[in-house]
């Protein structure tokens, strides 16, 4: 089984947008949910945001009204638009396909 791959993360300014993707191989991608979880240092891993495979998506408190989870079937790609990014959000980001295939994680860093 091929593990998801993320893009996208990097080093922004408070207020700034990222937009995250996370590829994955079509065996999987259209018959699993799928979610972004984020690690922060000295923090546990939690969900950010997830997908069903019929397309209903649940956010965390924290984000939502600023991020917004989304898939491209044609394209097996998995999204992470985040809007008004806050210092808090910095952490490592990564794409899960249930049940357990993780991606590798991408830095996400917001400065103040």
């Known amino acids: 089984q091929v593990q998801p791959v993320e893009s996208g993360g990097g080093l922004v300014q408070a207020g700034g947008s990222l937009r995250l993707s996370c590829v994955a191989s079509g065996s999987i991608f259209n018959f699993n949910d799928m979610g972004w979880f984020r690690q922060a240092p000295g923090k546990q891993r939690e969900l950010v945001a997830s997908i069903t495979r019929s397309g209903r998506t649940n956010l965390g408190d924290s984000v939502k009204g600023r991020f917004t989870i989304s898939k491209d079937s044609a394209k097996n790609t998995l999204y992470l638009q985040m809007n008004n990014l806050k210092p808090e959000d910095t952490a490592v980001y990564y794409c899960?396909?249930?049940?357990?295939?993780w991606g590798q994680g991408t830095q996400v860093t917001v400065s103040s």
């Open positions: 899960l396909v249930a049940p357990n295939s």
